[in-house]
């Protein structure tokens, strides 16, 4: 239990540190990071993020339970990075500002739209 509350602290820290902004000071080139990241669970992966970057994450610890990401290593834009980070969730990003991004639940489907691999084979089916 210490050692689970130790790693939250841990994570909650580096999430909440930022120094660098995503974009140049007028806001319309974007700023490439260069990441090294190993696969991992979703938090320690965003953890690293924020720590490498200097921008910083929030997310409810419980969206993150039980995902895991990819490994990042090479140079990404913001949107790239997140992109490849969040692959393996059904979790989305929304910049909030220069130095701060949070992690939210991906919107459910529109009503009445059918998705996913069953779905995109049935409907493939013509039935003339």
């Known amino acids: 239990m210490e050692r689970k509350r130790r790693a ?3 994570v909650a820290m580096g999430l909440f540190w930022s120094c660098f902004f995503c974009y140049d ?5 974007p700023r490439l990071l260069t990441l ?6 979703l938090d320690g992966a965003l953890l690293e993020f924020a720590r490498q970057t200097g921008i910083q994450v929030l997310f409810f610890s419980r969206l993150a339970e039980g995902r ?3 490994p990042l290593n090479g140079t990404y834009t913001l949107e790239a990075a997140m992109a490849a980070l969040l692959s393996e969730s059904d979790l989305k990003y929304r910049v909030i ?3 701060t991004i949070e992690i939210i ?7 009445g739209r059918r998705s996913g691999r069953l779905f995109g084979k049935v409907d493939a089916i013509n039935c003339t």
């Open 68 to 70: 895991r990401s990819p």
């Open 25 to 29: 000071a007028r806001g319309a080139t």
């Open 36 to 41: 090294h990241i190993e696969g991992q669970p």
């Open 105 to 111: 639940p991906a919107p459910p489907a529109a009503p």
């Open 8 to 10: 939250g602290l841990a």
């Open 97 to 99: 500002n220069a130095r």
